[in-house]
């Protein structure tokens, strides 16, 4: 599977998404290099859980990207799986006693990811973003500000994360078995 085979298969309802996803991948992505863009995507995809898109993604990446990249892609799936569901436990129940209390979770992954430590947190904020964790989110954000990013590649990196999110959507869509509708009588 590859990235063109992927806009092939998406359907004419879904022509914005395609168009997004074309563009990610065929031009310059503001404030990210070629292989930020691919570990970001590569760690979305994982996140996803979307076969398909995945192995175009990884297609893409590995012509990019070493095993480290992968590893630390899986990771961040990992580890936000984790601190998105513990830091959204928190948001949820507004209660500072519990909120103030040891985490008693191990995250040594946070300082040795194996790669880039700039890149590790773009994926942290790519995954915290399809997670939905607006804690986690806020937080890698402001991580990346203080090292440095700009903005406008912050917004790439949540822009990267909703077009495959969308991708993947539109996929799962035009997998799904469809039946025909049979009217049944009136009794029914």
Do not use: W
Not at 24 to 47: D, H, M, T
Not at 84 to 96: Q, V
Not at 109 to 133: F, H, Q, T, W
Not at 143 to 160: H, Y
């Amino acid at each position: 599977m590859s990235i063109q085979n992927i806009i092939r298969k998406i359907p004419n309802y879904a022509n914005d998404i395609k168009a997004n996803f074309y563009e990610l991948f065929s031009q310059e992505i503001e404030g990210l290099s070629k292989s930020q863009l691919l570990g970001i995507a590569l760690s979305v995809s994982y996140a996803l859980k979307h076969e398909q898109l995945l192995n175009a993604i990884r297609n893409e990446a590995k012509v990019v990207l070493d095993d480290s990249y992968f590893d630390a892609a899986k990771s961040a799936v990992a580890i936000m799986g984790l601190n998105n569901t513990y830091y959204g436990f928190l948001e949820m129940i507004s209660d500072d006693e519990i909120t103030n209390m040891p985490i008693g979770l191990h995250m040594s992954v946070l300082r040795e990811p194996g790669i880039d430590k700039l890149d590790y947190e773009m994926y942290l904020l790519a995954v915290s973003i399809i997670n939905n964790c607006k804690y986690c989110t806020i937080f890698h954000k402001n991580i990346l500000i203080k090292k440095g990013v700009q903005k406008p590649a912050i917004r790439s990196v949540a822009r990267i994360a909703a077009v495959l999110k969308g991708v993947a959507a539109v996929l799962e869509t035009e997998g799904l078995r469809t039946y025909e509708f049979v009217l049944r009588g009136e009794n029914f």
